[in-house]
């Protein structure tokens, strides 16, 4: 495999189509290596438009999500990110690239310690990979000015709108199959909290998030 043909197409024929034009997204995208952290056993599905399969029944995020989150919440160089979610690391480091510091929240061991090795190898030394069940998130750690959670839940808990800066953003894939949407919510005030859902995906469940209850009253 040409991985530099198969890098300009993924970015070209995938993520350029999805209203991904952020110039410095898409330079990006081509310096961090999104091989390097992809697993084994799943290499030459590194640039392909699917999510890839992750110890524990978990998944990477396809390509244009990744892309489009990144893109769309437009991170900046002075800020704090928590992530839910760290998966290999990948979505770490392209967050660490944009930001002052991130903190990575993953529940499984295996995973983080191999996040963890993925970063260093990288080069990345601003992203720290933490073991944790990621619905309890950082409150320690906050206020933060961007939190993302990659991967989908049923619906966002207050505790971690809680922990976003005035002005902060927080950035989710929402809903049930077969239909999810992008939202993100921006802080407005202590009490206040504005949200768009400009995009529809479908991604992977986050663990041990809550499901709103399904009974129905007659």
């Not at 970015?11 to 310096?31: F, K, M, S």
């Not at 704090?80 to 929240?105: D, F, N, P």
Request: charge should be negative.
């Amino acid at each position: 495999m040409n991985l530099e043909q198969a890098r300009f197409n993924m970015i070209e024929q995938q993520i350029r189509p999805w209203n991904v034009l952020d110039a410095q997204v898409l330079h990006l995208l081509g310096v961090v290596k999104r091989e390097d952290f992809v697993p084994i056993a799943h290499k030459a599905l590194a640039f392909v438009d699917m999510e890839i399969p992750l110890d524990g029944g978990q998944t990477m995020l396809a390509p244009r999500v990744e892309a489009r989150l990144l893109q769309d919440l437009a991170v900046q160089k002075h800020e704090k990110v928590l992530e839910i979610g760290t998966g290999t690391g990948y979505m770490a480091a392209l967050l660490a690239h944009r930001a002052q510091r991130v903190i990575s929240l993953e529940i499984n061991p295996t995973l983080a310690a191999s996040a963890r090795a993925n970063l260093q190898r990288a080069g990345i030394h601003n992203a720290e990979v933490r073991v944790t069940d990621g619905a309890l998130g950082a409150p320690a750690e906050a206020p933060f000015d961007v939190i993302l959670l990659s991967g989908s839940v049923a619906e966002v808990p207050h505790g971690l709108l809680a922990c976003l800066k005035l002005g902060g953003r927080l950035a989710a894939i929402v809903g049930d199959e077969p239909m999810m949407r992008a939202t993100f919510v921006t802080r407005a005030s202590d009490t206040e909290y504005t949200s768009v859902q400009p995009w529809d995906t479908v991604a992977q469940r986050l663990q041990n998030f809550p499901q709103p209850s399904r009974f129905t009253f007659t």
